[in-house]
């Protein structure tokens, strides 16, 4: 098994940056491709960004491009979200998310995803 470990959520106004970061531990001997996907209330958990195992490709939701940016340490299996020039329509709990599945094109579907974190609030104010 593998555990995901979501930090960095919070509230921020309009405008502001918020870095979140996930870790994983446990069965992490191996590769994964790891994404972000965030549900606000009353709506689906969507996808909003990918990064395959090594880092080298990367995929962002339309409403995102731009403004948020995914990362790694080369092959380590962590994650972390940039994300800038907030916007209220981005409040939403994130999750963290990890796939062994690591072929192109990177998964974007919640249903892709074997193992999940608990979830990061993530709060902007207008």
């Known amino acids: 098994q593998v555990q995901l470990v979501e930090s960095g959520g919070g509230l921020v106004q309009a405008g502001g940056s918020l870095r979140l970061s996930c870790a994983a531990s446990?069965?992490?001997?191996?590769?994964?491709?790891m994404g972000w996907f965030r549900q606000a209330p009353g709506k689906e958990r969507e996808c909003v960004a990918v990064?395959?195992?090594?880092?080298?490709?990367?995929y962002y939701a339309d409403s995102v491009k731009g403004r948020f940016t995914i990362s790694r340490h080369g092959a380590q299996n962590t994650a972390n979200l940039q994300m800038n020039s907030l916007k209220p329509d981005d409040t939403a709990v994130y999750y963290c998310?990890?796939?062994?599945?690591?072929?192109?094109?990177?998964?974007?579907?919640?249903?892709?995803?074997?193992?999940w974190g608990q979830g990061t609030q993530v709060t902007v104010s207008s």
């Open positions: 990064i395959s195992w090594s880092g080298g490709a990367t």
């Open positions: 998310a990890a796939t062994a599945a690591i072929d192109l094109p990177l998964p974007d579907r919640a249903g892709e995803y074997n193992y």
């Open positions: 446990g069965r992490t001997r191996g590769s994964y491709t």
